[in-house]
């Protein structure tokens, strides 16, 4: 199905956290540049991004049209005063609206010199190269997926990404921040504070879909709104490693945690230090023999870990550790699920209940034996 991010932009802020995601998300793997490359493309994406979004019609809102716009502004070093058809349609658009978001964004931006102009466009280029791929284009030329309406009723939604290659990942993140925004602004305009239907999002492979921004503030604030997420991960060390010092505050916004086996040794401390102690009595004897023989006993209490590293690296595959806040933690058996009542409906079970997504999104109409249709040629 189609997604496209701008279909969910309504005012300038929400231009501005459409960049702010874009750039989060593909920064690439290389060490991060000067800060002031990243001011100048957020000037330049915000300047675009608002010019489709007021002045271009529907069917071209969409990451393509950015892409055109770049192509389209050439900067000539040794000319100061050549003018690109990005720069014509500005100044147009400056004559009929002076204080219009877009022409303020790009006025800031026309202030680089042209060597400098030519870099950010550059790097802009290199960092939206992904969009070059036409199926990606394709993807996002319109939207079909009506994320505003996820809270109003019951629906399934299945964000599916290659576990392998993270080119696509960012449009993920994208529809994770859009989502939490435009559900929690829903909430609190529509429905009084708290949405009539739970979303639940359950974020596997967490540390493969790229950074969420602020999401160690969502974390705490979407629960009130009747949405939560349920965050996947191999190690505690994949969300430090994207959320930095942030990482401890997302998890302790969690009110359970619950272990399903590792090895990671970060986890593993971390575990073992929020496990607490357990008492132990210690007994010792004392035989000495000789002239004077003597023999002692001695009782002591002892703490020591409920569970060391060593025993949770080794804990049964069938086993469990869960935290729930303001309970002890405990162990617990994982669920056997072919025990469940409605496995015999999953295509475990029987392949026959496989579901076909090719066949969900073919809109072609299937015509009965029998039918009688006319024949248009458009």
């Known amino acids: 199905m189609h997604y496209n991010p701008f279909a969910y932009i309504h005012s300038e802020k ?20 000067d800060e002031f490359w990243t001011k100048a493309e957020t000037l330049l994406y915000c300047a675009l991004i608002g010019y489709i979004h007021y002045e271009a019609p529907v069917e071209e809102q969409n990451f393509a049209t950015l892409i055109e716009f770049i192509n389209a502004m050439e900067v000539r070093e040794d000319d100061e005063e050549f003018q690109n058809p990005v720069d014509i349609m500005f100044e147009n658009l400056e004559k009929k609206d002076p204080k219009h978001f877009a022409v303020r964004q790009y006025k800031k931006y026309k202030l680089a010199a042209g060597k400098t102009a030519k870099s950010i466009l550059i790097s802009c280029g290199a960092r939206l190269a992904v969009f070059d791929i036409q199926e990606l284009r394709e993807l996002t030329a319109y939207d079909e997926l009506e994320l505003d309406t996820l809270g109003d009723k019951k629906t399934a939604l299945f964000l599916i990404m290659s576990d392998t290659d993270s080119t696509f990942n960012f449009l993920i993140s994208m529809a994770y921040t859009q989502l939490f925004n435009l559900l929690c602004e829903k909430a609190d305009d529509v429905y009084g504070g708290r949405l009539p239907v739970h979303v639940r999002c359950l974020i596997d492979e967490m540390a493969n879909i790229g950074q969420i921004p602020n999401l160690e503030k969502l974390i705490a604030t979407i629960r009130s709104r009747e949405i939560s997420a349920c965050l996947v991960l191999q190690a505690r060390s994949q969300l430090k490693s994207i959320y930095k010092d942030n990482a401890d505050t997302i998890i302790g916004n969690c009110d359970s945690q619950i272990f399903l086996g590792g090895s990671e040794p970060t986890t593993l401390k971390e575990l073992t230090e929020a496990l607490g102690k357990e008492t132990i009595d210690t007994f010792n004897t004392s035989d000495t023999r000789g002239n004077s023989p003597s023999y002692g006993t001695n009782y002591q209490k002892l703490g020591k870990e409920l569970m060391s590293r060593d025993e949770l690296a080794v804990m049964n595959g069938s086993k469990c550790i869960l935290q729930l806040r303001g309970v002890r933690p405990f162990l617990s058996d994982k669920y056997d699920l072919t025990q469940h009542p409605n496995f015999k409906y999953t295509a475990d079970f029987d392949k026959k209940y496989t579901f076909d997504i090719e066949k969900y999104l073919n809109r072609h109409m299937k015509l009965k034996k029998d039918e009688v249709f006319d024949v248009v040629e458009a």
């Open 14 to 33: 929400d231009i501005l956290k459409l960049v702010t995601t874009v750039i989060a998300n593909t920064k690439g793997d290389g060490k991060s540049s």
